[in-house]
């Protein structure tokens, strides 16, 4: 399945909607240069959103299960922005009294860039990350993650983590921003349900997740690794799964400043697995025998 073929939300997570937007609550938006709808312009231009959503203290979610769980997780909205036509997907969400502006598909193309399948956007505010002291305290397994900076990567790693049962993620200062629209989008909201923080200094913070108690792992294709099928049960039990890069793997700093360095093993000469599904692996490993 690739990032763009989301599946279909289970039965009973969205709902249907038990009324429509008030009108009078609905504002329409005919030219893509409105004002109003400033936080939604050229979302596909990385460079320009990166230097305007952080600073600004908002990103952007897409689709209504994504807003949902947004909303659910306790982000407060600061505006929709749906097609004229889908405004009672939003009949039943609570909008926390944000505007809600409607558009033709043309205007939220033009507005965009891109054309808005889903028919519905949100931008919400963000909230300040929890130190990383608070991130260790209440986690038992977590995942650290260095320059990883490929936001569909980002986005599927979140949702490896929330799925299969690690608590929390870590990110080196060069890792690209969960809450940019295309991980938000990847993750299917989960990046709003895993706790994460950023890691500092680097690669010297990870002397903190030891102090902890976790045993940092560092996952590399090297043939002298570790299988992580063997690991001992106390590296298994508080582990701290470091991942690098894709193509460039972990910094030579970053596996010093691990506990032991790990292998997935694998077949028929393939070196190594894309950095998301290396995550997922390394996840359901170390859980498996956790109850379900």
Not at 147 to 166: E, K, M, Q, S
Not at 181 to 190: A, F, I
Not at 192 to 201: D, S
Request: proline share 8%; charged share 25%; with cysteine.
């Amino acid at each position: 399945m690739s990032a763009e073929e989301v599946p279909s939300p289970p039965p009973g997570e969205v709902g249907k909607p038990t009324g429509a937007v008030p009108v009078a609550a609905i504002e329409e938006i005919t030219e893509p240069g409105d004002p109003r709808i400033a936080d939604y312009r050229a979302l596909t231009d990385v460079e320009l959103r990166t230097r305007w959503e952080p600073p600004h203290g908002l990103f952007i979610a897409e689709g209504e299960l994504v807003l949902r769980r947004a909303v659910r997780a306790g982000y407060r909205p600061r505006s929709f922005l749906v097609d004229a036509k889908r405004v009672d997907q939003l009949g039943d969400l609570d909008t926390g009294g944000a505007p809600v502006y409607a558009a033709s598909p043309s205007v939220l193309e033009q507005t965009t860039g891109f054309h808005v399948h889903r028919g519905v956007l949100g931008s919400f505010q963000r909230r300040e990350l929890p130190s990383v002291a608070e991130v260790l305290g209440s986690a038992r397994r977590l995942v650290i993650l260095e320059d990883v900076n490929n936001h569909t990567n980002l986005g599927a790693i979140f949702r490896a983590v929330a799925g299969l049962g690690v608590d929390a993620v870590l990110l080196s200062p060069s890792c690209a921003d969960p809450l940019y629209r295309r991980s938000v989008r990847v993750s299917m909201g989960e990046v709003f349900a895993v706790p994460y923080a950023r890691l500092e200094p680097w690669p010297d913070g990870l002397a903190e997740v030891r102090a902890a108690g976790f045993a940092v792992l560092a996952l590399t294709p090297a043939v002298d690794a570790v299988p992580i099928q063997r690991l001992d049960p106390a590296q298994r039990t508080r582990a701290a799964l470091l991942l690098g890069a894709e193509g460039a793997g972990l910094t030579g700093a970053a596996q010093k400043a691990s506990d032991v360095r790990v292998v997935i093993p694998m077949r028929r000469g393939v070196d190594s697995l894309n950095v998301a599904a290396a995550a997922a692996v390394a996840c359901w490993e170390l859980g498996r025998d956790d109850p379900v």
